[in-house]
């Protein structure tokens, strides 16, 4: 969703050219924002639902007695229909009972005009305090059919700032479901997560978590989000703290360690048809490849990859060719080079011998020494991959790593 910032209202000239202007011009001070702490107009997108083809904006002007007057305007609406419109409490995301009820949206014009200073419960209201609202307007169908919604728009404090942040969520067991999740800061620091998937199918169900620490360690679940419709493989959830003493959302997203996990359905979790690591688990650009190289077993070979994530610490996966399906191989990073020998420092999940991969974070040693990316692109050490838990003297696969490379 874009975002609207409040404007001095100059003149009517000026007011018109808010109207049509960019909601990225950055020459609009932004609500809150100190260059422009007493507006007295602010506006807020109204998108569409549910392919309404209703969309537009939401004008809310002080008045001079104090009163506030919403302006609700949009396109997509057609003459002899009449669109109720409301100020919901909470988020759109959430959901929330009516705390204004607005004129209803004319369908030959587009347009509802609304003039108040109290909430349909009878508390005042002010616009400073609007501006500050825990709220959303929606414009309803019709009033035989309020449950439809065909334009949303949050308001007040949980109007978006713009900035933002996306992860992937890759295709897990289910062939051809992917896409991403965004984070989307609000003015209250609390973060809007819209999770986008493609190929879901319709009419499916797909509860969604995010977990945690890493997608390769595991973990429980940190925070339940909404779950993905099917038949438009979206779902969006507003998330006010993951923990910390701050409460902010966003914040707290880009710091944390943890994961995206959806799911085939509520009756089977154990399918991951998505997910993608999130917060300080995310990668960086940095990855280094070592080979391993054939060694006691021909034609099983291939290479361990470590790639650097934000906390500093490690995705290490282990790519071999040649394994047997069902084979369960035993991998390690030794002490010294191939060549010298040394002890096991760290011991990776086996291999299976089925896809030849084994994945896993790294950061610390088996004896609790913590080790960062950056360690081990100069660590004394190389890995040996073996043929099974009981033929541990058997290696199939075999590389020097970090200084010895």
């Known amino acids: 969703m874009k ?29 809150n924002n100190p260059a422009n702490p007493n507006p007295t107009s602010v506006s807020y997108d109204l998108e569409s639902l549910g392919n309404s083809g209703v969309s537009g904006t939401g004008l809310f002007t002080e008045n001079n007695d104090g009163s506030i007057t919403a302006t609700l305007t949009v396109t997509g609406t057609s003459a002899g229909n009449s669109h109720p419109a409301h100020v919901h409490f909470n988020t759109a995301a959430e959901g929330g009972g009516i705390a204004i009820s607005l004129s209803a949206v004319d369908g030959a014009t587009g347009t509802s005009t609304t003039t108040f200073n109290a909430l349909d419960n009878s508390t005042p209201i002010s616009f400073s305090e609007l501006r500050n609202f825990d709220g959303y307007v929606n414009i309803h169908l019709s009033d035989s059919n309020l449950a439809t919604v065909v334009a949303q728009g949050d308001i007040g404090q949980n109007d978006l700032t713009g900035t933002l942040k996306t992860y992937n969520l890759g295709e897990r067991a289910v062939a051809g479901i992917s896409g991403t999740i965004e984070f989307a800061e609000r003015i209250n620091g609390e973060a809007l997560a819209t999770i986008s998937l493609q190929n879901t199918p319709s009419g499916g169900r797909h509860p969604a978590h995010i977990h945690m620490n890493s997608a390769v360690e595991g973990g429980g679940i940190a925070f339940p989000l909404d779950t993905v419709d099917g038949n438009s493989g979206i779902s969006k959830t507003n998330i006010p703290s993951l923990g910390s003493s701050q409460g902010t959302g966003y914040n707290d997203v880009l710091n944390y360690d943890g994961y995206i996990n959806v799911h085939l359905s509520a009756n089977n979790l154990a399918t991951i048809v998505a997910q993608g690591d999130i917060g300080q688990n995310e990668l960086t650009n940095n990855t280094k490849t070592y080979v391993l190289a054939e060694k006691d077993v021909p034609g099983i070979s291939g290479n361990v990859v470590f790639s650097e994530r934000l906390s500093g610490e490690t995705l290490a996966k282990i790519t071999l060719t040649g394994t047997p399906n069902g084979g369960s191989h035993p991998a390690h990073i030794h002490m010294n080079d191939a060549t010298t020998t040394g002890p096991i420092s760290f011991s990776f999940p086996n291999v299976d011998g089925t896809s030849g991969i084994s994945e896993t ?45």
């Open 361 to 405: 974070n790294i950061s610390q040693l088996d004896d609790s020494t913590p080790i960062t990316y950056s360690d081990l692109l100069i660590y004394d050490g190389y890995i040996n991959v073996h043929e099974s838990d009981s033929s541990l003297n058997i290696i199939v696969a075999q590389g020097n790593i970090g200084s010895n490379e």
């Open 3 to 31: 975002f609207f910032k409040p404007i001095l209202v100059l003149s009517i000239f000026a007011l018109t050219a808010f109207g049509c202007s960019d909601d990225d011009d950055d020459s609009n001070p932004a609500p």
